[in-house]
């Protein structure tokens, strides 16, 4: 099993920045790919970044590519999400999601075969 818990979101103002992290705990956090997903009111849930166990391979949605950056420190048990240039749209709950050893990078690359999720942080842009 694996606890996730997010913080860091809030409200801040179009063009702004804001670093969502992600604490995990249980066991083997070395081995699962991390995601960060969000879903806005009245908005199905959507992927947005994901990494993979090292860190060393990282994808993003293409509405994000380039204002996002997702990181994570194995040694901390943590995963985050820089986000610059944000964007009213951007306005919703982001989620960090882990997944099993066992799933496919090219599955977790592409937001498929998350097991664990934490309980979302509201990031709010808005002037």
């Known amino acids: 099993q694996v606890r996730l818990v997010e913080s860091g979101g809030g409200l801040v103002q179009p063009g702004g920045s804001l670093s969502l992290s992600c604490a995990a705990s249980?066991?083997?956090?070395?081995?699962?790919?991390m995601a960060w997903f969000r879903q806005a009111p009245g908005k199905e849930r959507e992927f947005v970044a994901a990494?993979?166990?090292?860190?060393?391979?990282?994808d993003y949605a293409g509405f994000v590519k380039g204002r996002f950056t997702i990181s994570r420190d194995n040694a901390k048990n943590t995963v985050y999400l820089q986000m610059s240039s944000l964007k009213p749209d951007d306005t919703a709950v982001y989620y960090c999601?882990?997944?099993?050893?066992?799933?496919?990078?090219?599955?977790?690359?592409?937001?498929?075969?998350?097991?664990?999720w934490g309980q979302g942080t509201q990031v709010t842009v808005s002037s």
């Open positions: 999601a882990a997944a099993l050893s066992s799933v496919a990078w090219d599955r977790v690359r592409i937001g498929v075969g998350y097991d664990y």
């Open positions: 249980g066991r083997a956090f070395n081995t699962y790919a």
């Open positions: 990494i993979n166990w090292s860190g060393f391979s990282t």
